[in-house]
């Protein structure tokens, strides 16, 4: 039997974060798996087994071992975070000074804001890290790299129920980021600006006046979706139609999500598809790169590129064994850097499964659409979005307890309009900064692509088996499923492999 070390490796050191992630059992626990694995490994050494016979007895010792590990960078993770620096001071009125770190989260009824604290009443506060979470008034306005003084209670989060019933750990989902308190409607004054980083700054001024510029010419709700399309503007296009797009399985695309971005992706390289098989991939790697950096280059964003960029190198090349094995430790790689995305970042666990799910399955969904024409790339674009939804379902249902029945056509129908909207979209922004009747052409074509798109979800979402609530949809099987669905693509993949043999 062949076993792959490096999956098994991988797999085992994300199941130790996992565990450290839920449970902190401390350094010394990892270090104890770390030891028992020298030991099982050192008894079967001297056990003296063959070579040829070594490997079964080898796998266990290695899961132990990068178990260990994943524990062990849970716990250096944990120690490492400052989340009781504050602590004692919670439920009473405090004053201190800090900095803007993050773009302005504008909802429908407030504006979160990030904020690293600089000094606690006139006190500076030395080499630290803690953050605090915001809730303020939509005026006055502040942006990145502002600094601020604000009097109010210091409160720590608290987990909230779903609205499927289910409970959501926010305290967890926070942690991740070295968020451990939050302050709402404080006093908050403006000190000074020019804090953060010089280019992030320039991103994010650039971001704001393309987004005006959008909306001088589209109207709401069409400009806030093209802007969450196009930049991953943080603005609310409301309770009820938000709730429509989670109905018909279109969420991931109001705001710019790891899901999002892999399907672009797929999106971008078709539109390069008809130059040399070269230069068409540079051109889509060097458009996510760019399109990264326009965003703002944020945590979500950088980890979904990269996988995007895989996705690119598998498609251009066919090499899809490489290129699986190269985003497993891309995934590695990140959970190396923050051991806490694993469990309480969902746009990780979305971005990469939808990604493994365009690796694995859309080559091979490829030769059931044969029927599809491959003029405007509908081919692909079936074959993409199928695949997507077939692998992030069984994630979405534990995590959200919904399932859209209508998901799959209501993603056909619209995401492959999706490109042509950020197309013209892009050039309606960028000719404003020109002339306004410049980019008015480009604007009617946006906006009527993005009314159509709006017309499609209300229609679907109305519909009253647009989705069922699934209240009972446990981790395990969650896990049951995914088991066979790579079962089942091996066996089909064997199966393929043996008809190209006798072909």
């Known amino acids: ?133 915001l809730t303020i008034q939509h005026y006055p306005q502040f942006k990145y790299g502002d600094e601020v003084k604000f009097t109010g209670v210091l409160k720590k989060p608290k987990n909230f129920s779903t609205d499927s019933g289910r409970e959501f750990d926010y305290v967890k989902y926070l942690s991740k980021d070295n968020i451990f308190y939050q302050i709402f409607y404080p006093d908050i004054n403006f000190v000074s600006e020019g804090g953060g980083n010089p280019i992030k700054e320039k991103l994010f001024l650039f971001k704001k006046a393309f987004l005006e510029k959008i909306k001088r010419t589209i109207p709401e709700p069409q400009s806030s979706l093209l802007g969450g399309l196009l930049v991953g503007a943080k603005q609310s296009l409301g309770q009820d139609l938000q709730n429509d797009f989670r109905k018909v399985g279109l969420i ?61 190198f598998a498609r251009a090349t066919g090499r899809v064994n490489d290129i699986t094995r190269a ?43 044969k029927f599809v024409p491959e003029k405007f790339y509908l081919r692909e674009t079936i074959s993409a979005t199928i695949s997507t939804q077939i692998f992030v379902l069984p994630l979405l249902l534990y995590m959200m307890g919904e399932l859209s029945i209508v998901a799959v056509f209501v993603n056909l129908l ?60 446990p981790f395990y099987l969650m896990v049951i499923i995914y088991c066979l669905y790579f079962l089942s693509l091996r066996k089909f993949t064997k199966q393929s492999d043996e008809i190209e043999i006798l072909e």
């Open 1 to 133: 039997m062949k076993y792959s070390f490096f999956y098994l490796s991988i797999l085992s050191f994300i199941i130790g974060t996992a565990f450290g992630s839920v449970w902190d059992l401390g350094f010394s626990f990892g270090l104890f798996f770390i030891f028992l694995s020298a030991i099982v490994w050192g008894t079967t050494l001297f056990l003296g087994h063959e070579a040829s016979n070594r490997k079964p007895f080898l796998i266990i010792p290695l899961l132990v071992l990068f178990i260990g590990l994943g524990l062990l960078r849970c716990s250096l993770s944990n120690e490492t975070q400052n989340s009781q620096l504050l602590d004692g001071l919670e439920d009473r009125g405090i004053s201190l000074t800090g900095l803007v770190i993050g773009e302005p989260d504008e909802r429908e009824t407030n504006t979160k804001l990030i904020v690293k604290v600089l000094s606690l009443e006139n006190f500076q506060l030395e080499k630290n890290n803690i953050k605090i979470l």
């Open 414 to 473: 619209v995401l492959m309009f999706i490109p042509f909207t950020m197309l013209f979209g892009f050039l309606t922004g960028m000719f404003g900064f020109i002339s306004i009747w410049l980019s008015l052409p480009f604007s009617y074509i946006t906006q009527l692509l993005l009314s159509y798109e709006l017309t499609v979800v209300e229609i679907f979402a109305n519909l009253p088996f647009a989705s069922i609530k699934v209240n009972f949809f």
């Open 327 to 369: 985003l497993f430790l891309a995934g590695f790689v990140m959970v190396l850097h923050n051991p806490n995305i694993v469990v309480f970042d969902p746009s990780f666990q979305l971005s990469f499964v939808a990604t493994l799910g365009l690796i694995l399955l859309a080559p091979k969904l490829d030769r059931f659409f």
């Open 252 to 312: 991931h695309i109001v705001v710019l999500s790891g899901y999002n971005v892999a399907i672009i992706a797929e999106f971008i390289m078709s539109l390069f598809s008809f130059f040399p098989r070269m230069i068409g991939m540079s051109l889509g790697a060097s458009s996510i790169v760019l399109f990264a950096v326009m965003v703002g280059g944020s945590a979500t964003i950088v980890r979904a590129s990269i996988m995007a960029l895989l996705v690119i």
